[in-house]
Structure formats: C-alpha cells, structure tokens
C-alpha cells in the first residue's frame, strides 16, 4: 500500500479522530483543533475544515483558505498537515503556510520528510510558488524536514526561524 497523503474529507472516521487525539493542542506551534473533542464533535470540524479547503478568500475578515491532509502509511494515519493558500501580513511574521506533525510513536523513521515532501507536490498543484514555514528556535526535527526539502533559512530572531521553500 505504501505511503500517501489524503485531502480531509467529512466521511473521515475513527482512525483519524483516535489519531488526533494522540497529537498535543499545541506543539510548537502546529495547533491541534480536534484535540479534546468527542467523536461528533470531530464530524462537525470536519465539515468546517473541508469547507475551508474551497474557500478562495479571506473569510470572516481574517481566515485564510487552507487545505488539510492525512498522511497514512499502510493504510494507516500517521500525520497530518495543512497548507494555507496564501499569506497575511500577520501570517508572514507567524504561521507560514505549512503546519505539519507525526504520530508521536511514529516519529523519527523519515515520515515528517515524506510528509512536507508530498505537502510541496500538493502545494505546487494549488499554483503556489513560494512557502514559508515559521519554525519556532529549538525546534531541530522541524528546521531538519524543511532543510531536507530545500527550504532556506531567510532570518532567525528569538522566536523562530524563517525558512522559505521555492516551488
Ligand atoms: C517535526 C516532526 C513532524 C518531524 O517528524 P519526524 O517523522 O520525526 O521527522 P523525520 O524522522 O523525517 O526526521 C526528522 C529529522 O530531525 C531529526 N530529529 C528527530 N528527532 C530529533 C530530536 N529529538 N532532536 C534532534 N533531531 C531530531 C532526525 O534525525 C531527522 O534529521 P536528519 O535526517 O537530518 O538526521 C515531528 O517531530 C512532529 O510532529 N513534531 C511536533 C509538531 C511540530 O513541531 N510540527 C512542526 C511545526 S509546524
């Protein structure tokens, strides 16, 4: 079966809810929503999350379009990731336009590089040509899978690096 990554879809069931229910709320920025939630708490997300991929506009005077995917492997979720479709000011100083995290006792067996790679390829179809990712200082595992990707450091300041990848 392999690897593969899979666009959030609202017929999305309990593997990924049991999956984000092992990812934190927050992890070094990459935010969470569904943690914490019940199951139907989850479906009505869902719903919100695909509805926010169709988007081509600034919603709500400040949402930015944004799609989510699932990577599994073996047909199984261990990640997931988020490219928002284009930048604000304020998402230019935090929040880029890639979040992405692994399963915890998945991590550190090369999935985080496969998953920011098929982020990319999912990226370039959307007609993006430039990504950023904000990644906070101490963050190794993240500054290594944007660096194994081609990204460029741009600046570092207190809080994060400022890396950019060219489609
Ligand atoms: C960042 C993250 C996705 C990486 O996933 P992963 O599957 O563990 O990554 P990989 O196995 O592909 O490789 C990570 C790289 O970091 C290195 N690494 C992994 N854990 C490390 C650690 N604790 N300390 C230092 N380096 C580490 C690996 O050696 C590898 O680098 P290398 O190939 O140059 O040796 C994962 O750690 C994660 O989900 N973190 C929480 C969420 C997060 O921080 N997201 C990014 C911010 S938006």
């Given at each position: 079966m392999g690897i593969e990554l899979r666009k959030a879809a609202?017929?999305?069931?309990m593997d990924i809810y049991e999956m984000l229910q092992e990812l934190p709320a927050d992890e070094n920025g990459f935010i969470n929503q569904a943690a914490g939630m019940r199951f139907h708490e989850y479906k009505e997300w869902l719903k919100g999350k695909v509805q926010n991929a169709e988007q081509t506009g600034i919603v709500d005077g400040w949402k930015v379009p944004a799609t989510t995917f699932w990577l599994f492997e073996d047909g199984r979720p261990v990640g997931c990731g988020s490219v928002r479709h284009f930048l604000t000011d304020k998402l230019l100083e935090q929040g880029g336009n890639i979040g992405y995290s692994i399963r915890p006792s998945d991590r550190n067996r090369g999935l985080g590089k496969v998953l920011l790679s098929l982020l990319i390829d999912e990226s370039r179809k959307m007609g993006i040509d430039r990504l950023l990712l904000t990644i906070h200082n101490g963050n190794t595992p993240s500054l290594h899978v944007a660096l194994a990707n081609g990204g460029k450091i741009e600046k570092t300041t207190e809080e994060r690096n400022y890396v950019w990848i060219t489609l």
């Open positions: 609202v017929t999305d069931g």
